[in-house]
């Protein structure tokens, strides 16, 4: 019985396929939020195209990162520890969030997104 414990609990601190898909949307949104957070303060010295193009690619990447972390979370039957991937869904959810946000104002300060 002791044996098939320690092959439980060897098994849940693995690298799961769960594990796997919420760290890459983590890092996806990760990734988003910085570019993001780098555009707007291009937007802010005046740097409009890059400002644009970091936008674009924050609001992208944290809007795939999102969906990535909603549907890991989804889908995970357990909670923290589980081997599911919920602590990595639940920071890919905030970071695409970040990074749409911050994608979002950086197209809004360079004047790329005309109201109309």
């Known amino acids: 019985m002791a044996a098939q ?3 439980v609990l060897a098994d849940s601190y693995g690298l799961t396929s769960g594990r796997l898909v919420a760290t890459s949307a983590a890092l996806l ?3 988003g939020a910085v570019v993001g957070g780098l555009a707007q303060v291009r937007a ?3 740097g409009a195209r890059f ?3 970091g936008g674009v690619v924050a609001l ?3 809007l795939i990162a999102a969906f990535a972390g909603v549907l890991s979370l989804i889908t995970a039957d ?3 520890g589980t081997g599911n991937g919920v602590v990595g869904a639940f920071l890919a959810v905030l970071l695409g969030g970040l990074g ?3 994608g979002g104002m950086a197209l809004s300060r360079s ?3 005309r109201s109309g």
């Open 5 to 7: 414990e320690l092959l």
């Open 111 to 113: 004047g790329s997104v």
């Open 60 to 62: 992208v990447s944290g």
């Open 29 to 31: 949104g990760l990734f």
């Open 51 to 53: 400002a644009r193009r």
């Open 100 to 102: 749409m946000a911050f």
């Open 78 to 80: 357990g909670g923290p």
């Open 44 to 46: 802010r010295r005046g």
